[in-house]
């Protein structure tokens, strides 16, 4: 008898919780419980720049993906470990990125990402372990990112309806709640749209599930084009591609999209049309008026698309479709989807430019490192784009420091030695990119090793087995199959966004693309038994298991205490301000120095520590401070800024021509810098 509990049959009864006289399938109930903590990580983290909501959540990533491997040590069988190449290449990348401390130019920043990347490898190996230990429960991942996405894009949506109640001081008319970045939301809703044509076109659930489809559909649409984001609208695009062409649930899936489609196409026309509502600048009355008219439309809509889905999944269930009838209309979408190019074609060679002009105009406008594009609602049909001068810049980064670059986020620090543009962003917008800049050669193969090996995993769990004489298989896990081709169409998604933008730095779209990525590596081949063994491991019987769950305890817990750190630091420094406001130079100085003790890479504490001895009157050791500081981060700008105003304000002229000297060299653009070199370069008056 084997000692495996191995998942469910293909097509097995799903499991129920009786809750009072409610019954749910576990399934649903483990998804709803996944959809909400991603939530609280999506509303918590915003937009991933925050430090104390960052640092906690990374913590509580990090025990608990320590959890899912102690788990795995008990109860896991001795089987092939699928997507074990893949986990190793992404915690060779995380190893990357910590050691990349110790030769960046902004180790402090350097800190802050491996502190994130080991949360994401937390999530993403825990994928892996899950899906190997509970193969049966990917309907839970799956709906989790439908719920997750719908119930994000709601709220979106919901700020627009009631600024007053939501975001009083939000004056821009674009979406971006709740990220604060509009890129990100539009992208949280891209993610959304394959998990909703799933849901609606599946056919193993009930009608009043699947109606709920295309109202949820009609919401994510309109989140992506109020949020104005083109990348958002590309990587849906590109996703919806991806799940027609995997996913055997087309016609279905169409009839789903087309009426999501028409409510988002409703929505968005009328909020577009709608000044108070997308214009920048508008009046907290004019909008609160809008905003509720708005929500009117916004309800009706939704309640005609609901009922539309439920007719729409009432004659799924009712009416089959003879093959040939079928085929005709497949081959009519397609010839209608094939139309598009073809129409666009024809424009562009009945335009004054031509074809070959209007083809390179549109080139030009895509490369120009010096355009930009509004921020109003025509930002929708605008070539023009800040990426050209951000890749630039990126590559050039990435060019002087070919072999290992600069340290992980030292993009932000190093660009600016390069360019004299003022408009400096913290990030290259493009994971490619950014990680040639930050890892040189050695990050960008270790990228693509790591894509190669997670396409690898991902096609042996996907793609079906065969017969010996070369036919295929009948395929008993064709809903698993569907819903694991979906879970694909959400990476792309993320994948496409993240190549052109920096939303792999922001949790709440990140974590649910990392956790469909995992799934999809450690799943292995569908025919493959997957689950966990009948008796769970003694750990008194089996030492080498106790002693690997020790091992992974521990290291969990210097993680754990490497992450906090820089938030110690950062608190330690804020009381040392409030010390010094309070007139309390003696507590400040004692909290300034436990802030440089927590992070010693970090530069701001020893700023923090020269002003508190400067004041004091002791210069000697203010300057001992600033110098430290430049010893600390000598290609940082900042800190020979830093040493050169203390000798300007010491009226040491001469002596500050140098250290300021060397921060405009690492700064062009900086007119602070520039000014205060002036100033020091001035003839004695």
Known sequence: MSSIATAPAPGAAPALLQL???RVSLDAALGLGLALALAIITFVTTGGLALAPNTWTQIVLLLAGAAVVVTALVVAPR??????????????FTVLTAVSITWSVAPDQSWLSANQIA?????????????????????ALVGAIAVLTAVIAGYALLVKVFPTTFDASDTVGRLGAPFDYWNATGLIAALGLPTCLWAGARRDRGRALRGLAPPAIAVLGTVIILSYSRGALLAAVVGLICWFALVPLRLRGALVLAIGAAGAALLSVYALHTHALTGNGVALAARDTAGHAFGIVLVLTLLVTAVAGLAAAFAMDRVELAPRLRRRVAVALLVLVALIPVGAVVGLAASSRGLTGEVSHVWSQLTNTNSGAANAPSRLIQLGNARGRYWSEGLKVG????????????YATAVTRYTDDARVVPHAHSFVIQTFADFGLIGVALMFALLIAWSMATARTLIPEAHDDGAPSADPHAPERAGLL???????????HSSIDWTWFVPGTALPALACAGWLAGRGPLGEPAGRLARRRRLLDSPGVAAAALGVVAVTLLAAWAIYQPLRSSNAQDAAIQALGNGNAAAAAGDARTAAAADPVAVSPLWELATIENAAGDHPAARAELQQAVDRQP?????????GQFYLQSDR????????????????GSTEISQALTTAQAPNS
């Open 635 to 643: 290609d940082n700008a900042q800190t020979w800024f830093q040493l």
């Open 79 to 92: 089987a092939r470990r699928w997507g074990a190449a893949t986990l190793g290449l992404f915690a060779a």
């Open 119 to 139: 949360s994401y490898l937390a999530v993403f190996g825990g994928a892996i372990i899950l899906a190997r230990l509970f193969s049966e429960r990917w309907p």
């Open 486 to 496: 979906t879970l694909l169409a959400v990476v792309v998604t993320f994948g496409v």
């Open 20 to 22: 009072g006289r409610l």
């Open 653 to 668: 002229r001469a002596q500050a021509v140098a250290p300021l000297q060397r921060a405009h060299a690492l700064d062009l």
């Open 399 to 410: 060019e002087h420091a070919l072999v290992k670059g600069t340290g992980a986020l030292g």
